[in-house]
């Protein structure tokens, strides 16, 4: 059974199956709305049922308390229609962002190598270019059903080879029991894209400010590869934070980079070991480095903690919302 949404105030009109998400339906047209988790326990989505019948879904009722079910509210990343469907979205794109299209890909493996201890870089070559902003993400199909959010640390340039960067965690049924067991390289893959807001803003021109912890330094690696190969233009200083001086997979290309550059700042920096560089938190590091943090902008992609504690690290030293995107690593298993 097909229903039609349609997306205020934009007017679009949009067929989405009872089966599926309005928000997959809406991506897959072409019509960008917020979305983080895509499973119902962020909030992100939120939007407003003006009229029809929706099925909630798995909203988890911290992201949509029962109040806001009362009102007409909906996670439509969960919430799947039961009729045709007035909804009203913040159909918010910045400048200078594209907005891409979600649609299905297959992928072959093309390497899987151990990169850190518990991370892998999985290469995908995929059957046809994906086009996406550089710092979005894909859905991997796990096998028994699965869905986990990788962020793409390749560049739209090529986007029939996509570079993730997998860390493995305990019994987790994508990581433990199948990326770090038996994937191999040649297997067949499917997955969707691309999704997300976290995009790199070309537009915005101020010295940009890159902050991730461990493998959140996926999307980070995106937009300095796609700045450097817009020739720089942007001035980029990427801190990165992980426990052990093993961790810190990728710093020799970043080291080249720096060394051949003069727009790419590396700093490198570890939690829990002492070493010839920097230790501390990547949060501490900044409050060191910059008292003032106005006139930046800034990314931030980590554990959910280490997103809180950098934000209130750059909002300390006067950097204001407007000027921090961030991006969540809810724990993929
Ligand atoms: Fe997170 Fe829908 S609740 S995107």
Redesign the pocket.
């Known amino acids: 059974v097909t229903h039609t949404i349609r997306v205020e105030p934009i007017g679009a009109e949009i067929p989405c199956r009872e089966d599926q998400t309005v ?1 997959d339906a809406c991506l897959r047209e072409g019509v960008w709305l917020p ?12 939007a407003q049922i003006l009229d029809g019948e929706v099925d909630l879904g798995d ?2 009722p911290y ?1 949509l308390l029962e109040s806001e079910r009362d009102d007409g509210a909906a ?4 919430a799947q229609p039961r009729s045709d469907l007035v909804v009203e979205g913040e159909v918010d794109v910045d400048e200078g962002v594209g907005v891409h299209p979600v649609r299905d890909f297959r992928g072959r493996v093309d390497s899987l190598d151990e990169v850190a201890p518990d991370v892998r870089r999985l290469v995908l070559a995929l059957d046809r270019p994906m086009m996406f902003n550089p710092g979005q993400y894909v859905l991997l199909d796990v096998p028994g059903g699965h869905q986990r959010p990788y962020s793409i640390a390749s560049t739209p340039s090529n986007g029939k080879v996509i570079e993730l960067h997998l860390k493995r965690s305990d019994n987790g049924v994508a990581t433990d029991g199948w990326v770090f067991s038996t994937l191999d390289v040649g297997h067949e893959i499917t997955l969707s894209g691309p999704y997300g807001r976290f995009s790199f803003r070309p537009l915005r021109t101020q010295p940009i400010l890159l902050l991730g912890s461990g493998t959140g330094l996926a999307p980070l690696k995106s937009m300095v590869r796609h700045i450097d190969e817009n020739g720089g233009g942007h001035h980029v200083t990427l801190y990165h934070g992980v426990p052990t001086e093993a961790g810190l997979y990728d710093r020799e290309f970043f080291e080249d980079l720096e060394a051949r550059s003069d727009w790419f700042t590396y700093r490198p920096a570890l939690s829990r070991d002492d070493w010839n560089g920097r230790s501390g938190r990547v949060p501490a590091l900044l409050a060191e480095d910059y008292p003032r943090a106005g006139g930046h902008v800034a990314y931030i992609c980590g554990s959910p903690d280490m997103v809180a504690d950098t934000m209130k690290a750059l909002m300390k030293a006067r950097l204001f919302p407007r000027d921090i995107y961030r991006e969540d690593f809810f724990d993929s298993a």
Not at 35 to 46: D, P
Not at 75 to 78: A, T
């Open positions: 928000l979305h983080a988790c895509t499973h119902g326990t962020c909030g992100t989505c939120k909203a988890s992201a996670l439509i990343c969960v």
